[in-house]
C-alpha cells in the first residue's frame, strides 16, 4: 500500500531542512544558516502515531537559473503535485513576507490540505509573534522549534488528521508485481514495452522523457503480473527534467507497492554511485530484488565480459549479495524471458514460509560447525529459531543474553539459512531477543 506524502514548503531561510530532518530523525539534509544552501538527500520516511509516510523537503529542489520567486513558485507547485498533505513553514522572527504571500497564493488553489508552521518559536513569551500569520488565511498556526524540536508533536498530530483513509484494496494475492527502478535513460521503459509488445510508454534516448506512470497487466504461462512503471513524470515541461533527484520519490512510491524490484542498470555506461543510492532503496524497503543490465547488445565484449561485469556488480553492492544478475537487451530482446522466470522465483522466495522443526535442525547443525562466541566469560545460548514474517523473511532468535550476539555471528546464521532453503532474490531478516 503506498504511504501518504507530505511535502515541506516555504522560502528559503526559514528552517525546512530543520524541520525535515526532526521528522526523518536524521540529519539527511545539510542546514547552514544561509538561503538556499540544501543540497543533500530531499526525501525520507517519517513516522507518526503509528502512521507511516514519505516526507520531501522541497528546498533541496533546484531551478537552475530561475529567478528567485519563480523558484519558490516551481518548488511549491512540484510539492502540491505529489503531496497528500502540505506543511507550509513560516519564519515568526521576519513576520508575513510578499514570498510567504506569493507561496500561500498558490497552496490555496491546490485544494491540498495545508498546515502552516511557524518556525524559531524557541520560547513560550513568542508564541504572541504568531498571530500576523492568520493573514495568510489558512487555519490556525502552529508554533514550532526546528533547533529545539518544539511544538512538532502537535504539528505532526494535525499533519497524520488529513491523510487519505486507506481502504483496503482487493488484492489478488496471485498477481506478482513488480517494478523497475533506476536512473534516467537505463532502459526501463523499453523493458515494459519489450514485455508488453506494444508501445505503451514514451520511449527516448533523451532522459526523462517518460510522462505517465501506469501499471500494467500481464500474464505469462499461467502467472499474471502487474508491471509498476516508476519513470512517470505527471507534468510536462522543464520543472521536473532539472530536478531528477526528485524523481527519487516516485521509485519509494512504486515499491510500496511492489513485491519484487528490478534495479536497471545501464551496460555501456557501467555502475554509478546513484545506482546504489537507488538499490539501496529497494532493500531498505525489504522487496525482493534481481539486477537488470540493460543495453547489453550495445557492448564490446568477449567470453570473459559478462564475469568481470557480474564481480564489479558483487563488488558495488555488496548490500544486494542475494539478488540474482541478469544480462537483457530491450532493444533485441535477448533474455528477455529469463526476466519474468526469476521475478516469480524472488517473488515465491519472498513470501516462503519455513517449518520451525527444519529451522531449528539447521541452525543446530550451523552452531556445531561454528559454535557460539562468548564475552567476558559469558556463552551465547540459542535456545530457539522461529519465523515470523513473510516478504521479507523474518526470523527471531531467543538467546540468553543478546549483547553477545555479534553482528558477524548473526551474519554466518544468515548464510546458513540461505544454503539451507534458498532465498535467493529475497532479504532475509534475523532478529535477536533475549528469553526471560
Known sequence: MTKPTVAIVGRPNVGKSTIFNRIVGERVSIVEDTPGVTRDRIYGAGEWLSNEFHIIDTGGIEMGDAPFLEEIRLQAEIAIDEADVIIFIVNSRE??????????????????????????VDNPEMRAEIYDFYSLGFNEPFPISGSHGLGLGDLLDEVVKHFPQTSEENIDEDVIKFCLIGRPNVGKSSIVNAFLGEERVIVSDIAGTTRDAIDSSYEYEGQKYTIIDTAGMRKKGKVYETTEKYSVLRALKAIDRSDVVLVVLNGEEGILEQDKKIAGYA?????????????????????????????????????LDYAPILFVSAKTRKRLTN????????????SMRVQSSVLNDVIADAIAMNPTPSDKGRKLKIFYVTQVGIKPPTFIVFVNDQEIMHFS????????????????????????????
Open 95 to 120: 513576520g508575513v513576507t510578499s514570498a510567504d504571500e506569493e507561496v500561500a497564493k498558490i497552496l490555496f488553489r491546490s485544494k491540498k490540505p495545508v498546515v502552516l508552521a511557524v518556525n524559531k
Open 283 to 319: 532493500h531498505e524497503a525489504g522487496r525482493a530484488v534481481i539486477i537488470v543490465v540493460n543495453k547489453w547488445d550495445a557492448v564490446d565484449k568477449d567470453e570473459k565480459t559478462m564475469n568481470e561485469f557480474e564481480e564489479k556488480i558483487r563488488a558495488h553492492f555488496l548490500f
Open 339 to 350: 526476466l519474468l522466470p526469476a521475478i516469480k522465483m524472488a517473488s515465491e522466495n519472498h
Open 409 to 436: 555471528y548473526e551474519r554466518f546464521l544468515q548464510n546458513r539459512i540461505r544454503e539451507a532453503f534458498g532465498f535467493e532474490g529475497t532479504p532475509i531478516k534475523i532478529i535477536t531477543r533475549q528469553r526471560k
